[in-house]
């Protein structure tokens, strides 16, 4: 069931940990493990954290479509300088997120210090959202990108069968979650080699365009903003094309009280990783341009294939490949990441206990990743992913507006609170202002879908009060709520039982 939410603490203002008869860890890493306690091990390496977030930034959108920023921008010129720009402002947001790694050291990212700034009820509809829509949406999306081109090389002269896409799709996703759900050893390495590989596919691309500019290959780079045609109506949809490419640099947040030496290795992490990201994706772009024109790129479904195919021949088959590997990194980024908020918010006795729990010896939090499954394969199989994401892209520069915000705000709340990497005050106020102008923005750029975004946001507010605040709730609706989470143990324990057997 939904448990009572967190209610703060005298002492310091943050809020007191769920418990349920000793069988959550009590994971605030200013207190030692309690003998007995089953918890979440310290195994996130730099080098562990480097690869989660570069790992869960590059995804299938710079292989695929970076046409988004090109088509809101109108010129070479713009496109590139819209995607400097996006690169700086995720480095100023990431930040913010390494200040409060370093004093907030909970594992939950965005929940967590929504959380502690504001208290459960931003809290809450933030978790609410991400659970209901925007994780499975965006794990389903990612997921149908690595299907389609790990099936690419196989349809090489006909169109690949949508049913085949997505039952490849469906295993892929089973693949992650059993995956995170065995071990977190086995997940951090698998992520380090599938960095590895995403950094091989931009060399591939960045490389033979460096070559093409020695050869003076540079006609698409004159009058590169002639023909600009941006409006005040397409620049936050370019901008957000450019941070949903970005998007990632937050994740390594969600598991704290796994890092190791978190004060050190969360602004070291985050900042490599945002330099690397940030001069490839502006590298990558550039070498596109080099080969093709921008009304090339506007017509293109898949934009490193047709470099590849203009320049490598034979050799461009392993571009798929590359693009398919990519996407599963993302997917079992995400999952390992955000699993973590669900465990956390579980925790904090804003969702169903059983989210809360760890596996006695794997040491995964299985319940939290296996309740995504199900939510995922919904999505997959049935509606338009595409504007679903468009509808909640909103919702998702919003809450790191606030976030970021409430960085502001915990500057003069808790002064005194520990900061052991702190950033310039212009930098979060900068940040902040740019995410809550966007979605501003977007709302007259983008009425409908904005529209449709903020009321599923919206009832998030109703559903706090009925799960959470009302206390005297009748027989009926708490057998019901027993009924749906009965089923969800039942789901657990099969997930569980096949864990254990693999």
Not at 81 to 106: D, M, N, P, Q, R
Request: aromatic share 12%; hydrophobic share 50%; with cysteine.
């Amino acid at each position: 069931m939904f448990r009572k939410a967190a209610v703060p603490t005298v002492s310091n203002g943050s809020y007191l940990q769920g418990q349920a008869n000793g069988k959550l860890s009590f994971m605030d890493s200013g207190l030692p493990a309690q003998e007995g306690k089953v918890v979440l091990k310290k195994k996130v390496t730099l080098l562990r954290g480097i690869s989660i977030i570069i790992g869960t930034i590059i995804g299938a959108g710079i292989f695929i479509s970076p046409k988004g920023i090109l088509k809101n921008t109108g010129s070479v010129g713009m496109s590139l300088t819209v995607w400097t720009v996006c690169g700086i402002l995720s480095l100023f947001g990431a930040l913010c997120y390494a200040e409060l790694g370093t004093c907030i050291k909970k594992s939950g990212g965005h929940y967590t210090y929504i959380l502690e700034a504001f208290g459960p009820l931003p809290a809450f509809v933030r978790v609410w959202v991400e659970l209901l829509i925007i994780r499975p949406a965006a794990t389903a999306v990612i997921s149908l990108a690595f299907g389609r081109y790990i099936l690419e090389p196989f349809f090489m002269q006909c169109e690949i069968p949508e049913l085949a896409i997505k039952l490849i799709t469906a295993v892929g996703i089973t693949l992650v979650m059993v995956l995170n759900s065995t071990s977190v050893s086995w997940t951090a390495r698998i992520q380090m080699f599938l960095t590895f590989c995403k950094l091989v596919a931009i060399l591939i691309i960045i490389v033979p365009g460096v070559i093409q500019l020695i050869k003076g290959e540079t006609q698409h780079f004159k009058n590169a903003f002639a023909g600009n045609n941006a409006s005040v109506m397409g620049l936050p949809l370019a901008f957000y094309s450019g941070m949903y490419a970005y998007s990632g640099w937050f994740y390594l947040n969600f598991v704290t009280e796994e890092v190791e030496n978190p004060e050190k290795n969360i602004p070291l992490a985050i900042c490599i990783s945002m330099i690397i990201v940030t001069v490839g994706y502006v590298l990558t772009n550039v070498a596109y341009f080099t080969t093709i024109s921008a009304g090339e790129l506007l017509l293109s479904k898949a934009v490193a294939v047709t470099f590849a195919e203009r320049l490598m021949g034979n050799f461009s088959l392993a571009v798929p490949v590359f693009v398919a590997l990519s996407c599963f990194g993302s997917m079992n980024g995400g999952i390992f990441a955000v699993s973590r908020m669900f465990f956390v918010a579980s925790r904090e006795g804003h969702l169903p206990e059983i989210l809360s729990m760890i596996h006695v010896r794997k040491h995964t939090p299985l319940p939290a990743v296996i309740v995504l499954h199900p939510l995922t394969m919904i999505m997959l199989f049935n509606g338009d992913l595409y504007s679903l994401l468009n509808f909640l892209s909103f919702a998702r520069w919003l809450f790191i507006g606030l976030v970021v915000a409430g960085l502001i705000y915990l500057r003069y709340k808790r002064p005194d609170m520990p900061r052991p990497f702190k950033v310039p005050l212009f930098i979060p106020a900068l940040f902040s202002f740019t995410c809550l102008f966007m979605v501003a923005l977007s709302l007259y750029s983008d009425p409908v879908n904005t529209g449709i975004g903020f009321a599923i946001t919206l009832t998030g507010i109703p559903a706090y009060y009925l799960f959470i605040v009302w206390d005297n709730k009748p027989k009926w609706f708490r057998k019901l709520l027993g009924k749906s989470w009965c089923r969800i143990s039942l789901l657990h324990a099969t997930s569980r039982s096949l864990s254990e057997l693999s």
